[in-house]
């Protein structure tokens, strides 16, 4: 009852005319293999209902009746993906569509805003990236919305969601909201200026739980974890990617290797800690960002030569005063000793992998969903010119295309 509630107030307040994929050639594109990192010169691309149907390396004209578009030798690649937002508008999420992102994972919005955003971008109501839902994140003191939403759990208001019973109460009431995934705190937020990020939350046994009860659901668990402690127990525990990670040490790192846990180090976010404006802007959270940078970077850095599993991400609800990003992630990830190749696997290839979802999306490829960006130079090279998107194509539609260049449609 609550969620078809809640999709029928947000259909009422954002429903738009429908969004459809188009036929749609690709002329005298650089195609980029984010496989292997080859390049694929003057090459045409043919989408077919929201799918890419062909990529022929010898640069053919395609079917004809189509719209088509000459890139005169700009790169095309796959759609990016950021692994962490907090977005539940679609204003917003389409300030995230914007720059690029086709599909993004959320990690906690009230009143279950990210399912029913979800359920209408699916329907093509609205011009958002694909959304993966978390619903609201697990800890001991839930969110007051949720318990607006669940009235049956009140008695676990007031910091009482600890202990297994508690827990299982909480992931199981998530699950029947049709979530993606369970996020989990497993230690304290940096965000906010009176917590301690390392401050461990739930014991491993505890996240057990939760690993336990979404894997009832065929889904698993992304647990938010700055300390070592928590972060340890997290990945003890099972779940599958841990969120930010910033004093993790090289034996939870190693761990990380042998479980195949992935790591979303959110590097970007904590620069925005220590600069005005943006997400954040606060005398005392600008002062832990300056602390916590250069550990984020050295932790992220050890784990990329250990050989853990790196996800880009951007933890901002780009809203209108964000001023992070995917864009900014991909650079701090070659920073820390990434290659430009792969910090756009991190947000392609390897982010398909972390959402189950690499079948269908990350790669461009026949057969594979029409999410495309196209850029002015090499991102190969340059992993910056990410920063400015001249076109994007989602599910097959042509969101926006930019700049002054041969194809673009005058109005």
Known sequence: MIRSTLLALVASALVTSSISAQDLVLRNANVIDVVDGTVTANATVVVRGGSIASVDANGGDGPTGVRV??????????????????????????????????????????????????????AGHV??????????????????????????????????????????????????QGVDFVKTNATERAGLPNTDP???????????????????????????????????????????????????????????????????????????LTIAGG??????????????LPRVQQMAGLAHELGVRIVAATDTGYGPNSTTTLAHELLELVEIGMSPHEALQAATTTAAELFGMNDRVGRLEPGYEADLIVLERNPLDDIGVVQDVLMVVSDGAVIVQRGDWPGRPVS
């Not at 690649?77 to 569509?97: F, I, Y």
């Not at 993966?132 to 910091?159: K, N, S, T, V």
């Open 279 to 292: 997400d954040y802007d606060n005398a005392v959270l600008n002062i832990r960002g300056r602390h916590m």
């Open 69 to 122: 578009v000459d890139l005169a030798g700009r790169y095309l690649a796959p759609g990016l993906m950021d692994a962490h937002v907090h977005v539940g508008s679609a204003a917003d999420a389409r300030r995230a569509l914007l720059s690029g992102v086709t599909t993004m994972r959320s990690m906690g919005a009230s009143h279950y805003a990210d399912v029913g955003m979800r359920e209408l971008q699916r």
């Open 127 to 176: 011009e958002t990236p694909e959304y993966l839902a978390a619903g609201y994140h697990i800890r001991p003191q839930m969110a007051e919305e949720f318990f607006q939403d669940h009235p049956e759990l009140g008695g676990l208001d007031g910091g009482g969601v600890t202990g297994n019973s508690a827990v299982r109460s909480v992931a199981q009431a998530l699950v029947s």
């Open 198 to 272: 390392r401050k461990q939350l739930f014991d491993e046994v505890e996240i057990g739980v939760m690993v336990e009860e979404a894997g009832r659901a065929g889904i698993g668990v992304s647990a938010h974890a700055h300390g070592d402690a928590g972060g340890r127990a997290a990945v003890t525990a099972g779940v599958r990617s841990i969120e930010h990670g910033t004093y993790l040490s090289e034996t939870t790192l190693r761990m990380m290797v042998d479980r195949g846990t992935y790591l979303v180090p959110t590097i970007a976010i904590v620069r925005d």
